[in-house]
């Protein structure tokens, strides 16, 4: 396979976020999204809680779901676990498990994984920033939901790429962790 037909396959494998249109696309799926409350910026510029969505290519890495809310369809193609009730992420710059999971309390800043709202009901987690993490460059940018009670124009993330619980139910078994999600 030439350089040509190997990016054209990895495309084909892409998961696409239009942040201007706000649309992610997969094949024929297409869905409205959200994107952090800070618009967009490059990889480089990224600055922990900037609310801004990073713009790049991130692989798949897994899937946390939590079990009080949710049946998992089945044909998951991601590697994925439950989340439990002490699951949070380091988002504190200090933190040497920065832009890494931790069990709550945490010594340094983290957010928790298990929400009142549903945002992170499911969460895909994308490799942004976590080959290796470097501190203040943005922890926990992931694939989750976004708030259905909200207003569509009030449904930003602080990062992060979100969508519909119906989109995601419907995307999910098509996922799987060789796929890309790339945000332009």
């Known amino acids: ?5 190997q990016r054209r396959s990895s495309v084909m494998n ?3 976020v239009d942040t201007k249109a706000l649309v992610l696309k997969f094949g024929d799926f297409e869905t409205p999204c959200s994107i952090g409350r800070g618009g967009t910026c490059s990889e480089s510029d990224k600055v922990e809680g900037d609310g801004c969505t990073p713009l ?13 809310r949710l049946v998992v369809p089945d044909g998951i193609g991601l ?7 002490n699951d949070g992420w380091s988002d504190g710059t200090g933190d040497p498990c920065y832009n890494r999971p931790v069990f709550l309390p945490h010594h340094h800043s983290a957010e928790t994984l298990r929400r009142d709202d549903p945002l992170y009901d499911i969460i895909v987690i994308l490799g942004h920033n976590d080959d290796p993490p470097l501190a203040g460059k943005g922890s926990a940018i992931f694939f989750h939901l976004w708030n259905h009670e909200k207003p569509v124009d009030s449904r930003t993330t602080e990062g992060c790429v979100a969508i519909s619980r119906d989109a995601m139910m419907e995307l999910l078994p098509m996922l799987s962790r060789d796929m890309i999600m790339e945000i332009i």
Do not use: E
Request: aromatic residues 14%; without cysteine.
């Open 1 to 5: 396979m030439n350089d040509q037909q």
């Open 79 to 85: 590697p994925w676990r439950w989340s439990r009730a």
């Open 56 to 68: 790049g290519r991130y692989p798949l890495r897994a899937a946390v779901f939590n079990p009080n």
């Open 14 to 16: 892409d998961i696409i």
